[in-house]
């Protein structure tokens, strides 16, 4: 192995690190319990998501810029999002607002069946990319507004929302499957966002307020 390599192995042992202290620290003293969440935390490589000037801070317990003035948001808010979903294995989920795609790798690791929605070509095409390069290979996304839902894909058994809408969509609420959960930001006033948790049954829907949030906007055309 020559310096370059040598270097560059040990850089990747340090994230392999701080990902799992972040785990320990931020996840499981937070109150995560989902081994199936906790477990694709710990292997999901989130620094490969984020740029390389703020790759240093990628294991911090924040939020961190990806571009477009998009955020990927904080590690506990990606894993508590993602237990609320309640999915495993067999579960079809979509994703609105795929960003740098790192919440649609810590989906991807539950099941393989993860549909994703982002209106912005320069964050697709890259989220895309990196997917591929770590194996997320059965991932599809589209651009377009994912406030649409994806209606060919439906029904979903969980909708996760990764920007603030100003309302819930009632596409995605009738694409949801009976017992399907849909998790997402709701602007309440201009300086509060609810994260809401709503549950589909066959009596209609229920509608839980989890705690407060800081999202970027849903972009609704
Ligand atoms: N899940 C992302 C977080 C991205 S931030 C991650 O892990 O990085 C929110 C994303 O939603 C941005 O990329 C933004 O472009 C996208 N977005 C905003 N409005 C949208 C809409 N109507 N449809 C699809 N994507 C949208």
Request: hydrophobic fraction near 35%; charged fraction near 25%; include cysteine.
């Amino acid at each position: 192995m020559n310096n370059y390599d040598n270097n560059k192995n040990n850089g990747e042992v340090l994230y392999t690190t701080l990902r799992l202290r972040m785990v320990e620290r931020q996840l499981v003293r937070r109150g995560i319990r989902d081994d199936l969440v906790l477990n694709a935390m710990r292997t999901v490589p989130r620094h490969k998501f984020i740029p390389e000037k703020y790759r240093d801070s990628s294991y911090h317990d924040g939020p961190q810029p990806i571009g477009k003035d998009q955020t990927i948001s904080q590690p506990f808010i990606v894993a508590s999002m993602t237990e609320h979903l309640g999915i495993d294995s067999n579960s079809r989920v979509l994703e609105i607002g795929t960003g740098c795609g790192y919440q649609t790798a810590v989906l991807s690791e539950i099941t393989k069946s993860v549909f994703s929605i982002e209106r912005i070509p320069t964050l697709l095409e890259k989220a895309n990319n990196i997917l591929f390069e770590l194996g997320y290979r059965t991932v599809k996304i589209k651009l377009g507004d994912g406030t649409k839902g994806w209606q060919e894909e439906a029904p979903f058994d969980g909708i996760i929302v990764t920007a603030a809408a100003s309302c819930i969509p009632d596409e995605l609420i009738e694409q949801l499957g009976y017992d399907g959960r849909l998790i997402i930001p709701v602007v309440e006033s201009p300086v509060t966002q609810t994260l809401m948790k709503i549950i589909k049954t066959t009596q209609g829907i229920t509608i839980e307020k989890l705690y407060e949030v800081r999202f970027v906007p849903l972009i609704e055309d």
